[in-house]
DNA sequence: AGCTTAATTGGACAGCGTACAGTGATGCGC
DNA sequence: GCGCATCACTGTACGCTGTCCAATTAAGCT
């Protein structure tokens, strides 16, 4: 990946605005959000630090650009499946997803919401669910905003539990994960 | 609070650890954690910015040592109240003071656990009610987490809402929160 | 072919957290 | 009360960060 030949001003390195990002994810993946850092990331491009604000307009707006790819891989629900089945499954893909890229959970967290395409469609399809298992658009938007809320901030606590001694009697995080999420169903749709 | 004097080497400031906890927090509840810098602090204390080191350890320590104060500031529950009674006040204590201080809200997650002594108790505390509310050891450590997900990444979410439109329909999030809490507490403690 | 536009380099700036060595007042043992 | 070790503080500096500006040149359009 790395193409370090040495350039001098007005030479083209051919870099785009994915291959941008798809490094970012790169290094966001081997080495950490620590190491993401604008000059190791053009390090990585053979390209100088300044290449990169041709293709992105600054390193939020690149966590950001992340953050929406990332909120892509989220399973979409069927149209035309229980909606309370497919709740739980959007809302443990949801959380899946966060556990997979946890570096981003906290920068999610800390814009506060679902600015991106496809966070805005992650946000729909969930109201859609709701709305088909005949909640009022209030009380379904209420909801979805709970189960957000939980799905990625259980996220956050996850990864990498102290854990003292082998085993302190707790049960893994995905399988907690799952029984409030199933508490939460049950109070949104009626048991 | 400012005191620039100038010193020589040698001299001292009468600087405390806790006189730099306080400046610290003043400048978080005043200017936003984007300028709570060493430098600044040191600033703000009248003395260069290495002297904050003789009184704690490193920005990051100095981060945690706010955050268990500002985990002290939650009401402690009664030990002979209605525990359902006591575990909802107790939760949303929690939400409110994260939501007093949002911006150690990701600092958290991002530590992920309640290492000082009042993250401690906390946690002691909520086990403790939910054990007197009857939920064996293994159950009420799988409660514990899920509650404490939730009042706190309700918090991460609550500030500054984008509210596009004056009112968009949904409800105020301290209200969204009361809801999620009582499907919560519905789905631990059975209805 | 000429001209505009956009990608890239070189260099720089301000700011960050923090380490190291020196200095001198403070407090303790006698 | 004296001597000495400790410790709080300054001065300086290092390496790192994100980002801006001007100069350079290739690519694309007419």
Redesign the pocket.
Known sequence: MRVDS??????????TRDAVLAAARAVLATDGIQ????????ERL??????????V????E?LDAILDDVLGEVATPAHDGDPRAELRRLMTSVHDVAREHPDLVPHYLAKRGLRGPNGRKLRAATEQLLARASLPPDKASEARRVLAVYAIGFAAFSETPPSGPVGDGAPPMRDSFATGLEWLLAGILGE
């Open positions: 040495r350039r001098s001003p007005g030479q083209r390195a051919g870099l190491c993401l850092t604008m000059r190791k990331l053009a053979g390209v100088r630090p300044n290449a990169l604000y041709s293709h307009t600054g390193k939020t690149l």
